[in-house]
């Protein structure tokens, strides 16, 4: 159906048909170039006219990571907008994130005037000049789907519909749009749009039958069948789908450096997890290994499946055809929508299994995960009487506090050994590019699109710093999205540390016991930082403060107070 709808501006009319290709944020971070938009959110705002809602973020990497995770909780993208080429700059590290997550986010800059005089919008200011780049979108070409530059009025429509619909078809993924000053200046007395769009792009990809014959008979007759994943609970269907495949087959699921919760923590064929610094041991006993939506299955620099074992690869791009270098051996490619292949999958194994060879794995795993899982708590609840506080021990804490409409946002220092996860979307962590500063943005976005949630953000003190945190906390208050924030304080970039003492073993770092250039001190009163937002803060430094200052801490969220703890915090506490 064609609508035909009023305006005075190309700006008015582009933010309308925003509105109506779904998108209810507009996430902005403004200049010169802004001058028609805010002029037009004026007027929605006057005569009441539905648009989407305009935001003002203090930075644009946390505008982006907000997006990030509002697409994560809603399923749907919401737009950004910065200023030019140095808010592009600026907004970068988050579109890297979205690009290699797979998210999609409607970013979009102004473009500084094309003219030096003579059109509305032309250039009058020094900036004008100097922000001229010979190609703005260079700096983004590669980490997102599609860039354009909006030309004229007469391709509004195209244009935005184009974007959308690379932006939506799979694999995922940001695109960006670069608005000139003068095209968004220019008066049009109306629009006439397709409504709703024509340009649909779900589509589940179905995989190759014989692909899945081939890999239910394998995975069925296997003797340490395996799974490993990372990302497949993005889509909450994949869940179930999962728990199903592995009950029909007796099969184990390890989740590798997972990015979503995948698998139920608490099933007894969850056997942990492959991780930086605990890989996993039944990865070198497995004979097939079913790896879906997984960039990193193992590092096969530190253990890797033997020579003799066979391995499937599930996920919408097997291939991560992203990265520039990746050669993990496949047998058995199976490029397919997980949700959808998964049943088709358990069927086939169901088919080619033999009961009591599932009800023998099964048990074996079950003992294995009772195991595992127990040394797991044991440790953590060791570390209650120590005379520092322990991760594991935050870790534990915190799980405890969890009920079924909180969502944690994790970026590093929660472990999920011993941080249990049940729920389909209860649990999001940093994309493995590690564009650090990620977690805190997110757990905003989330919290947008999900504002009766209770949205917890695990964050490193390294972490916390390169969030722009005085955005993240203006953001909360401004805009309403109170947060838990849990600072893993450990004075230090750990990774930093860890990769120098793993490089050089006996190096002169750790002869000297110096490790230059990782050293976060003297830590700042993190806790007061929130206070200059009217927020809830506290320094936590004995184990058992940690959980009556978690509760304390929620409380103030529940009644609508940001929140801030600083737990002074090793891996190994003393
Ligand atoms: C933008 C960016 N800069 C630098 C890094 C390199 N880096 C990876 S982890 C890390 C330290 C993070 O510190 P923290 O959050 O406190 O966690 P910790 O390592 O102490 O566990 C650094 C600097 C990165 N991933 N991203």
Known sequence: MIRTVKTETTAEAYLLLLKDRGIDYFLGNGGTDFASLVDAFAKFEAEKIPAPRPLVIPHEFVAVSMAHGYYLEAGRPAAVMVHVNVGTSNASTAIISASRAGVPIFMSAGRTPVTEEGLPGARDLHIHWAQESFDQAAMLREWVKWDYELRTPVQLESVVDRAFELMMAEPRGPIYLS??????????????????????????????????????????????????????????????????????????????????????????????????????????????????????????????????????HLGIDPFFARYPMRSYPCDVPIAATPAAALPLLTDAVRRHADAATVADRHQRAAAEHRKRWQAWEAAATAQASKSTVGFAWVAKCLEELIDDDTVVVNE???????????????????????????????????????????????????????????????????????????????????????????????????????????????SPRFEDVVKAFDGHGERVETPAEVGPALKRALAAVREGRQALLNILCQRAPE
């Not at 007894?268 to 890989?279: I, R, V």
């Not at 916390?464 to 849990?486: G, I, K, N, W």
């Open 179 to 312: 608005l000139p000053r003068e095209v968004l200046a220019t008066p049009l007395p109306a629009i006439a749009i397709t409504s709703p769009s024509r340009r649909q792009t779900t589509s589940e990809h179905f995989p190759d039958p014989a692909r899945i014959e081939e890999a239910g008979r394998l995975l069925a007759r296997a003797r340490s069948p395996l799974i490993l994943t990372c990302a497949s609970g993005r889509d909450h269907r994949a869940v179930p789908a999962l728990v199903a495949l592995a009950e029909a087959g007796g099969i184990a699921v390890v989740e590798a450096d997972p990015t979503y919760m995948n698998f139920p923590s608490r099933h007894d064929l969850h056997l942990g997890f492959n991780q930086s610094g605990a890989t996993n041991p039944s990865l070198a006993e497995a004979d097939v290994i079913l790896v879906i939506d997984a960039d990193v299955p193992w590092y096969p620099s530190r253990v890797k499946p033997s020579a003799d074992c066979t391995i499937i």
């Open 412 to 522: 590093y220092p929660l472990d999920r050994r011993h941080a249990a996860f049940t729920r389909p979307g209860s649990y999001f962590a940093a994309p493995h590019s590690s564009g650090l500063g990620w977690g805190f943005g997110t757990a905003l976005g989330v919290k947008l699109a999900a504002p009766g949630k209770t949205v917890i953000a695990t964050l490193g003190d390294g972490a916390y710093f390169f969030a722009e945190p005085m955005s993240c906390h203006f953001v909360q208050r401004a805009h309403d999205l109170p947060l838990l924030t849990v600072i893993f304080n450990n004075q230090r970039w750990e990774a930093v540390r860890s990769a120098a003492l793993g490089l050089h073993p006996d190096g002169w770092a750790r002869r000297t016991g110096q490790f230059p250039l990782t050293a976060l001190t003297p």
